[in-house]
């Protein structure tokens, strides 16, 4: 390979390294989009520990849209991260991990000033986290695929 083409090769992977770069740091910029949950029992104030939609279908029907308008452009499409975001498939199915999922859910993750997930306390109610969470449940499947 000649001294042009080792430049202009140096420069086309640099600039395959930049198109990258900007991508995952842009995973973070999520608009927090609010979710319709009429058709689910109303759950009140008090907020759960345990998820109370648990193999609910209407509740995953609802999570499975809120999860892809809200979780989905950093924690992968169908519940399969692309290394971006941690994969939720993953999470412990024991009812201290729906508080943590909660909790998570509504103060966001910030490390060291960045923000790698936003919150979304002023956006999703109750029902729509515990719906997500019912959606995300139901995939846990397809990890033995």
């Known amino acids: 390979m ?27 910029d999520v608009t927090p989009q609010a979710v319709d949950v009429s058709t689910l029992k109303p759950l009140g104030t008090d907020w759960h520990d345990v998820n109370p939609y648990r193999n609910d279908a ?15 452009r950093c924690h992968g499409l169908e519940v399969v991260s692309g290394g971006i975001a941690p994969d939720l498939r993953k999470l412990d199915l024991d009812p ?32 729509a986290i515990w719906a997500i969470k019912s959606y995300i449940e139901t995939r846990r499947a397809s990890l033995d695929q």
């Open 96 to 127: 201290d991990t729906d508080a943590y999922f909660r909790n998570s859910v509504l103060a966001g993750k910030v490390r060291n000033g960045a923000v790698y997930m936003p919150p979304f306390a002023a956006t999703l109610s109750q029902e």
């Open 2 to 28: 000649n001294g042009k083409r080792k430049v202009l090769a140096g420069l086309a992977f640099g600039a395959g390294l930049a198109l990258v770069a900007g991508a995952a740091l842009s995973h973070g």
């Open 58 to 72: 209407a509740a995953i029907k609802v999570g499975a849209s809120a999860y892809n308008q809200n979780c989905a």
